[in-house]
């Protein structure tokens, strides 16, 4: 899950990043569209560049925040933000070039008010209306990271209910999930999975 970080800048400088990552993915054998990789970014214009200049067929997420806009297009005097693009629109337009979307968690289910998970929203749902796959990050399992309704004790360090948590988002029918955490991904898949086929 290789990401191109700060593209814009570094190609500012001379140092573009699109080639040579595209020269490793082409040199492993990866730049196919069944290609067990997934190339990433928080900037729209360089996964344009990969998909349409440098002809990459490997697939292309577009990685989302909660708040803000990509640097890239705001460092143009483009106005949109993650929120237009995270947008059932938006998520159209991005289908053209992108395989999926890796959004902030938060933009998933968010928090309320008083720090507990909400009701989900319908991102996952409209992303994959247009057949875009999603990767939710960053789950992490120390209390401090987590809604308070996932919390075990008061030290913020100590491990909470990760594995519920995830539980609770895997059930959004999100694709795929970052975290901090493998083997506590790898027992909430397998609880998630065993549960669904017990359905």
Do not use: W
């Amino acid at each position: 899950y290789p990401e191109t970080k700060h593209p814009t800048y570094f190609r500012s400088i001379g140092l573009g990043l699109e080639g040579p990552m595209v020269q490793q993915v082409r040199g492993a054998g990866l730049d196919k569209a069944d290609a067990p990789i997934f190339i990433q970014s928080f900037e729209l214009t360089n996964l344009v560049d990969l998909r349409q200049q440098y002809g990459v067929s490997a697939p292309l997420v577009f990685l989302t925040s909660a708040s803000g806009a990509p640097y890239d297009l705001a460092s143009t005097g483009d106005p949109t933000t993650y929120s237009q693009l995270t947008s059932a629109a938006g998520l159209r337009s991005l289908s053209g070039i992108v395989n999926g979307i890796g959004p902030d968690k938060c933009q998933i289910i968010p928090c309320t008010l008083n720090g507990s998970l909400g009701r989900p929203t319908k991102l996952v749902a409209d992303a994959h209306a247009v057949g875009l796959k999603v990767h939710a990050y960053t789950f992490r399992a120390e209390n401090t990271f987590l809604p308070v309704d996932f919390r075990v004790g008061k030290d913020v360090t100590a491990y909470g209910r990760a594995i519920d948590e995830q539980l609770r988002f895997l059930r959004t029918g999100i694709d795929g999930l970052f975290t901090d955490h493998a083997d506590i991904g790898v027992v909430a898949r397998a609880e998630f999975l065993a549960v669904r086929a017990a359905a």
